[in-house]
């Protein structure tokens, strides 16, 4: 598997592995749609490298890979600062996080210190190009593969723009580094992501900046985490020599 964040890279078990989550951003349904997270060293309680923000998605394939995540909260108490998270079902089929035993007054998802998008954050969102007035349309792209690095993070794309009129390719695909990407993004043009299908690719989910610690950017998927349909779901470029 693969999730993103600094500490993310193909393994084949977690187990072993703890997390601790100190902060959550949760959709208007009230379910956890980002976290900010850091891998701790059981031994020492130390972080094992800097804390990133992820997706729910990342964490549900850690957990479900045999890692051990924990919400941090606020309280003077050592013994009540933490609690697991554990995964449920939701009725519309889809993954979701929530806490282990019953409900715990003052430590339920709601209590915890939230995540909040702005441009001092890790992600920054990219106003749609649909806010652009009629007549001045941005351009729309497809991205149908990606590479990503040892932290799956993308890092090159195979993209093209698109003709929504005609559900067709305006220009033919080209590999181009994620940089491009972004630099489309912050312009306000609209990236989608495509995804393999029976039916061939089908467009499903927008892209959006992402800017990391050492002035690494990349994209992500825009909104919550979405069942089959996460960036590691993608087709794969072909590595190069």
Request: aromatic share 6%; charged share 25%; proline share 6%.
């Given at each position: 598997m693969t999730y993103r964040g600094e500490r993310s890279r193909f393994l084949a078990t977690e187990q072993g592995r703890v997390f601790e989550v100190s902060k959550v951003r949760?959709?208007?349904?009230?379910?956890?749609?980002?976290?900010?997270?850091?891998?701790?060293?059981?031994?020492?309680?130390?972080?094992?490298?800097?804390?990133?923000?992820?997706?729910?998605?990342?964490?549900?394939?850690?957990?479900?890979?045999?890692?051990?995540?924990?919400?941090?909260?606020?309280?003077?108490?050592?013994?009540?600062?933490k609690r697991g998270f554990v995964i449920v079902l939701h009725e519309n089929g889809q993954e979701r996080l929530s806490f282990e035993g019953a409900p715990v007054p003052g430590r339920e998802l709601k209590d915890?210190?939230?995540?909040?998008?702005?441009?001092?954050?890790?992600?920054?969102?990219?106003?749609?190009?649909?806010?652009?007035?009629?007549?001045?349309?941005?351009?729309?792209h497809a991205v149908s593969q990606v590479e990503l690095d040892a932290d799956g993070r993308i890092t090159r794309v195979f993209w093209g723009q698109v003709d929504p009129a005609k559900n067709d390719w305006a220009k033919p695909e080209v590999v181009a580094p994620v940089g491009k990407v972004v630099d489309a993004l912050n312009a306000g043009h609209q990236v989608f992501a495509l995804f393999p299908s029976i039916h061939g690719h089908l467009p499903d989910r927008q892209f959006m900046v992402a800017n990391y610690d050492g002035g690494l950017r990349t994209i992500v998927l825009d909104g919550p985490a979405t069942h089959e349909r996460e960036v590691h779901h993608m087709d794969r470029l072909a590595a190069t020599g």
């Amino acid at each position: 598997m693969t999730y993103r964040g600094e500490r993310s890279r193909f393994l084949a078990t977690e187990q072993g592995r703890v997390f601790e989550v100190s902060k959550v951003r949760l959709s208007a349904d009230g379910h956890v749609r980002d976290v900010l997270w850091g891998e701790v060293d059981t031994a020492s309680g130390q972080y094992v490298g800097p804390r990133m923000e992820v997706s729910a998605a990342d964490v549900v394939d850690a957990i479900h890979d045999g890692a051990q995540v924990v919400a941090l909260f606020e309280m003077p108490e050592p013994h009540l600062r933490k609690r697991g998270f554990v995964i449920v079902l939701h009725e519309n089929g889809q993954e979701r996080l929530s806490f282990e035993g019953a409900p715990v007054p003052g430590r339920e998802l709601k209590d915890m210190s939230r995540l909040e998008t702005s441009k001092a954050k890790l992600v920054e969102h990219v106003a749609p190009a649909s806010a652009a007035p009629v007549g001045r349309r941005k351009p729309v792209h497809a991205v149908s593969q990606v590479e990503l690095d040892a932290d799956g993070r993308i890092t090159r794309v195979f993209w093209g723009q698109v003709d929504p009129a005609k559900n067709d390719w305006a220009k033919p695909e080209v590999v181009a580094p994620v940089g491009k990407v972004v630099d489309a993004l912050n312009a306000g043009h609209q990236v989608f992501a495509l995804f393999p299908s029976i039916h061939g690719h089908l467009p499903d989910r927008q892209f959006m900046v992402a800017n990391y610690d050492g002035g690494l950017r990349t994209i992500v998927l825009d909104g919550p985490a979405t069942h089959e349909r996460e960036v590691h779901h993608m087709d794969r470029l072909a590595a190069t020599g």
